[in-house]
């Protein structure tokens, strides 16, 4: 591609940037059904996989929302609010915008029929965008900060039988601050979306015993054919006081069950020690590997005390080691392993970041892999649970992006001069101000809700890299946060820096090639293209709006066809070269964008 073409491209994003846009309200399939169905509760299965428990209720549907200019709780009531889609979404039934100065009220019913004797009821949020204070029967029964990481309230001690009223303060001032934001913008366009706040994955609650598991980290250890179990419990045990119930004096065991096709492939039994946590090892006899080709899960049945959860595991390596030509590769199990993967972005039209269904997230990545991907680079979001589960259980590896935030990004000097001036990607990243992270609190945030996503993630099976900071968006100190991260996750690839201001740290060379011709280039770690392509078929009927942009424009599907199957070739002579995974732009087109190989509604496969 041309360079002048190259800045013709730019510019074009740059002016949708600033753009107010009007736009046509696309629906995908399963949201054209809610919307005909009038369905009121959504998402309705278990939101948690890697962690499940039996005794739930799910609380999403029908909610009263206000939108006000202060914090006092509302008087008045807006109106209905269908949870757990955002305000600005088509399917929230509202669709109007939360401004920074402006306060989110939610409230709903709760009927507790009765409270059972030594139980605790544990309200959980699967993400709230952005801070939020929750209230039961007018007491705050917690806050949290952070617009895409899951957490808990134990609200047993503002409960009563009977009725109960559930309240949320929320504020997110999106772009306009530090804060993590991802891709979202409060005047969207270009290669930034629709902003969106509020409650915007599932509201679940369980009932639990007075000790319970609070977390589990769950670790295959692919050479020795065991997994280690750490199960993390939300009280201290004390020497003095039993593990487990008190009053009854009984010491508390730990089971664990291993199955293998749902046949019983192990068992281990211990009782609970002084502290917090119990870390338990066990053998896999005739152990089976996970790879995309062959998902294979065990499961797990775990009961500690009273309490009892199920989750499951892959056995799976994941490495950076030299082939037979002392090429550095990226390996599966230790052998090396193209991963050819593609940009997902999770933005749907009537949802936005919220997938509408089960199904509609199970067909994207139904739909990458039929297109022969094996990776799905998630980029710049945090999905729901369930979607890393079927990533798991349908054999998709996933390299997973952290949250950017920062204050408003200099995208000339982070994003269009980098693209052509190459040297400048070398730049150094402690020039906070440069890089929009002047706010030691920003950095400090930052930090924090890198640590929460890898905890929350940790037992995916499929996710193979942890990518720290994109194109230089709110980049800062990649060195040491890439040992941060280390420290907690030394299972996983780091890519501490994809496409530009390297700072030499992580485990790849990672690059972003979109107006040059694709190479590979040898070094001492392997070598990634983590974004390329993004050529553009704008598909008449199934477009956002009328101004649309991509890195290069087709005017039809073979033409578009031909120019993919030109890079198809190139990737086939660049892993001879070295080239360890790809990643193409991208899965679906995105409002402005129309790079995606189908449409924003899911309607059209362009390819």
């Given amino acids: 591609m041309k360079i002048k073409e190259m800045l013709e491209t730019l510019q074009l994003n740059k002016i949708l940037d600033k753009g107010e846009q009007k736009h046509n309200q696309l629906l995908t399939p399963w949201g054209e059904r809610i919307a005909q169905e009038q369905t009121e509760i959504v998402l309705t299965e278990y939101p948690r996989p890697q962690m499940a428990r039996k005794n739930y209720t799910i609380l999403n549907g029908i909610w009263k929302y206000a939108i006000t200019s202060d914090d006092a709780r509302p008087v008045l009531w807006d109106g209905d609010i269908r949870v757990p889609f955002s305000p600005e979404t088509y399917l929230s039934g509202v669709q109007r915008q939360l401004q920074p100065d402006e306060y989110l009220w939610y409230e709903r019913k709760l009927v507790i029929d009765r409270i059972p004797a030594e139980k605790r009821l544990l309200l959980n949020f699967g993400a709230c965008d952005e801070r939020c204070r929750v209230y039961v029967n ?7 900060s952070g ?15 009977g009725k109960n009223t559930l309240r949320l303060c929320v504020q997110d001032k999106s772009d306009t601050s530090y804060h993590g934001r991802g891709k979202q913008m409060l005047k969207n366009g270009g290669m930034f979306y629709t902003a969106q706040s509020g409650l915007w994955q599932t509201v679940w609650w369980e009932w639990v015993p007075e000790l319970y598991i609070q977390k589990l980290r769950i670790t295959p250890d692919y050479d020795n054919d065991s997994v280690a179990i750490e199960i ?16 009854s004096g009984k010491e508390v065991f730990c089971k664990i069950l291993l199955f293998d096709k749902n046949q019983i492939a192990g068992e281990k039994k211990t009782a609970v020690l002084p502290g917090k946590k119990a870390l338990i090892t066990m053998e896999i006899p005739d152990k089976k590997s996970w790879t995309p080709e062959n998902p294979f899960l065990y499961e797990l049945r775990i009961v500690y005390g009273e309490d009892m959860v199920e989750s499951y595991f892959g056995m799976r390596c994941f490495s950076a080691e030299p082939d037979r030509d ?7 199990n230790h052998k090396p392993y193209f991963q050819k993967g593609i940009l997902d972005q999770g933005y749907y039209p009537d ?3 919220t997938p509408v269904s089960d199904e509609a997230m199970i067909f994207d990545i139904e739909t990458a892999r039929a297109k022969g991907y094996n990776m799905i680079r998630k980029h710049c979001k945090i999905e729901p649970m369930r979607w890393y589960y079927h990533c798991d259980r349908l054999g998709m590896l996933v390299w997973q992006d952290m949250i950017n935030g920062g204050t408003t990004y200099n995208l000339v000097k982070t994003c269009y001069i980098p693209t052509v001036l190459f040297p400048l990607r070398r730049k150094r990243d402690n020039d906070y101000g440069y890089t929009s992270r002047a706010d030691k609190t920003g950095r400090e945030e930052w930090k924090k809700e890198c640590v929460e996503t890898v905890s929350q993630l940790y037992n995916c099976t499929s996710i193979c890299t942890w990518v720290l900071f994109n194109e230089g968006w709110g980049q800062f100190d990649a060195k040491e946060n890439t040992d941060m991260v280390r420290e907690i996750d030394s299972t996983r690839i780091i890519d501490a820096h994809s496409g530009w201001f390297d700072q030499d740290a992580g485990d790849v060379k990672s690059e972003h090639i979109y107006f040059f011709e694709l190479i590979a280039k040898k070094g001492k770690k392997p070598y990634v293209i983590s974004e390329f392509g993004g050529i553009s078929l704008a598909v008449e009927g199934h477009m956002y709006s009328d101004k649309y942009f991509g890195y290069g424009n087709h005017s039809d599907r073979e033409a578009l066809q031909e120019a993919y199957n030109v890079f198809e070739k190139r990737l086939e002579e660049l892993k001879k070269e070295g080239l360890c995974a790809s990643v193409y732009t991208q899965l679906t087109d995105i409002e402005e964008e129309t790079n995606g190989i189908m449409t924003y509604d899911r309607r059209v496969l362009k390819l």
């Fill in 232 to 247: 993390i419990s939300n009280k201290m045990i004390s020497e003095e006081i039993p593990a487990g119930n008190a009053a």
């Fill in 326 to 332: 002392g090429i550095p590769r990226l390996c599966l």
């Fill in 138 to 144: 007018d007491a705050l029964a917690g806050t949290h």
């Fill in 351 to 353: 949802s936005l970041l």
């Fill in 147 to 161: 617009g895409y990481q899951a957490f808990s309230i134990d609200i047993t001690e503002y409960i009563q039988a």
